[in-house]
């Protein structure tokens, strides 16, 4: 399309909404806001699971609570699915128009250079799209093993915590959770911070606090989420 | 000193490309390093051979022409804000080997050897990076008040040479540092108030037409010889998304 085809475009008839995530720059956007409820959903998904450490009764309440949110206003597990179709909406924009962008990327520079020298992208920064698919895969397993539990050998139904014990007893099983945990670190330490500047909140005087704040819960929520299976491999929880 | 360099030559847009290496021999530390390419070609026409083709005007960094990939970093300078023309050989090691390559990027095609097309460029400008204003007699300078720091943040913007080491460093083939450097320079000033909507959604328009889009690796910050910052990046996405949101249809302009 030419440059003046491009500009018309800006001037054409679909709905402002339907231009805007066309364009990279509204596709960023649109990954800022998902990956910063995701974010929020991640974090508060580490938080409760760590009622693992106050032993069974505790986590299996919890686990309880979490089905009858809502109830008896809604039926019984209706907060839930409203909640994952929603998080599912989300994960299905952010992959969307990654996948999208990338393709756009790669179009962009068709020839390579035979060498090149990173200065100051970050390894958080460059492996983001890898890193992404390597979330994705692992929240499949995740979803297989501990909820609905085709990828368990021992899974007991409404007993959270026994799952959760026998199943990262096994060793590769938790090494597959600490892998996909580290890499989901490195997408948050890059995606915290970038997710301001694809909105635009970039600040000479608030820089730094994008970046504590990005480093902070990626820190915060890997370390949460590693100590799980460490915790039960180790022998501490059982 | 004694280098042996690898230099992309293409003798044309269609022909095919490869690396030829040449000794670059008893180069003083002092060159610079168009000035150690001037030397190697003076050696191949002495040989009757055809000299290394590159772009350069100015030589004192502050036209944008001269630019190339050396050692895999634009402009080679690693982080000094400097362009091609004032990196000086003694920046290198007697004996180094130093990989030269042109830019590359889908809008920047080489034209010969290691100069490119960096047309793309220009047709962002044309689609926004402009403001319109009667022509005559130079205006009361004192007119609009401009607050010394808006001034320069606005020229920090405007230091932008369009050399392309933005384009050809970032990973992603990306032209978001010069488009929003262009687009702020304009956007914070006053004068560029009136377009300011429309200049962002059609240079940004055409700016994704040609090149990639922006993930924040910050290596054109890093590879800038303006230093310009990326929070002009933020700056120009801000600017977007309040025009997209706030473009009503029947403020749309004629093309």
Known sequence: M??????????????????????????????????????GWIFLHMVGNLKLYMGAVH??????????????????????????????????????????????????????????????????????????????????YHLLHLTTGQAHPNFIQDDAYSNVVTGLRVWWVAAVYIIANLALGFHLYHG??????????????????????????????????????LAVLTGIVR | MNLKIHVWRQKSREAEGGFVTYSADAISPDASFLEMLDVVNERLMEKGEESIHFEHDCR???????????????????????????????????????????????????????????????????AGGYISVNTGSAPEANMLLVPKAVQERAMDAAACIQCGACVAQCP?????????????????????????????????????????????????????????SIDFIGRMNRDYLAASVTT??????ET
């Not at chain 1, 018309?8 to 709905?15: A, H, I």
């Not at chain 2, 956007?187 to 377009?195: A, I, M, N, R, V």
């Not at chain 2, 009503?248 to 302009?253: D, G, I, L, T």
């Open chain 2, 248 to 253: 009503a249809k029947k403020e749309k302009v």
């Open chain 2, 60 to 126: 004192e960094g502050i036209c944008g022409s001269c630019g190339m990939m050396i050692n895999g970093v634009a402009h080679g300078s690693r982080g000094n804000g400097l362009a091609t023309c004032q990196l000086h050989m003694r920046h290198f090691k007697d004996g180094d080997e130093i990989w030269i390559e042109p830019w590359r990027a889908r809008a920047f095609p080489v034209i010969k050897d290691l100069i490119v097309d960096r047309g793309g460029l220009d047709k962002i400008i044309q």
């Open chain 1, 59 to 140: 986590l299996n309440e919890y686990a309880h609570w979490l089905r009858a949110l809502g109830a008896p206003a809604m039926p019984e597990t209706g907060a839930l699915w409203l909640m994952r179709i929603f998080l599912l909406v989300c994960v299905v924009f952010h992959i969307h128009a990654a996948v999208m962008l990338t393709k756009m990327n790669r179009e962009a520079r068709p020839v390579g250079y035979r060498d090149r020298d990173y200065l100051a992208a970050s390894y958080a920064s460059r492996t983001m799209r890898w890193g992404g698919v390597i979330i994705l895969l692992f929240v499949i």
């Open chain 1, 192 to 229: 915290l911070w970038s997710m301001f500047a694809s909105v635009g909140w970039v600040h000479p005087k608030y820089n730094s606090w994008r970046r504590t704040f990005a480093t902070t819960f990626a820190v915060i929520i890997t370390a949460g989420n590693l100590s799980f299976p």
């Open chain 2, 172 to 228: 992603n083939g990306a032209a978001q540092l010069f488009t929003s450097a262009k687009v702020s320079h304009l956007g914070l000033l006053p004068q560029g108030q009136p377009e300011r909507k429309e200049r962002v959604l059609k240079m940004v328009a055409v700016m994704e037409e040609m090149f990639g889009s922006c993930t924040l690796y910050g290596e054109c910050e890093a590879v800038c010889p303006k230093e310009i």
């Open chain 1, 2 to 39: 030419s440059a003046a085809a491009a500009i018309r475009e800006v001037n054409s008839k679909m709905t402002w909404a339907g231009n805007f995530y066309r364009s990279a720059i509204g596709k960023k956007a649109v990954m800022a806001a998902t990956g910063v409820i995701l974010f």
